[in-house]
């Protein structure tokens, strides 16, 4: 747990919007690093227009546990293997970073790993518009990481951006990006 016993979230930018639920929906993505030869990638999707929940947002692979899962493990693979069908013998999973708690009621298990290519990839077209890679450098680089705002139900509230080509990641993706670069720079 962290300083003050909030778990991280959507609240890190914006203290008051921290309610504890009483019943958060347990939920696991996988932070796939992919080792190419030419460096490490981040490997992230778009959403499809058309979902209800997040469209067209930048997301890692997950989702919800469901009863049969053994773990967040356990749910971050098989997520994975459904949205993109990436086969989980091409992932060694390496650790994971902070619980992250969203304010639509989530508490999510980001698990890093390390994916070897080569891989085919077959993305659920129903849910995944697109998956592409984002070099770790980028994310690592200081400048890379923004905090942006826009008023929201009467209220000014501020966010990660990591903008990228023409991709906007910000959100819960971008609250789990910033924890995967603090890791980073302390494990040197």
Known sequence: MRPGDRPRGDHDLNPDM???AEKLTQAAVL???????????????????????HA????FPGGRVDPGDNGPESTALRETEEEIGLAREHIRLVGQLDTYVTRTGFEISPLVGLVRPPFDLKPDDFEVAEVFEVPLG???DPASQQRQSRMFQGALRHFYVFPYDNYY???ATAGMLVNLTEVLRHAD
């Open 138 to 140: 980028f994310i690592l």
């Open 31 to 53: 932070i796939p690093i992919v080792e190419r030869s030419e460096g490490l990638t981040v490997l992230l999707t778009k959403r499809t227009a058309h979902l209800h929940d």
């Open 18 to 20: 921290y309610e504890p």
């Open 56 to 59: 067209g947002q930048i997301s």
């Open 169 to 171: 990641i910000w959100g």
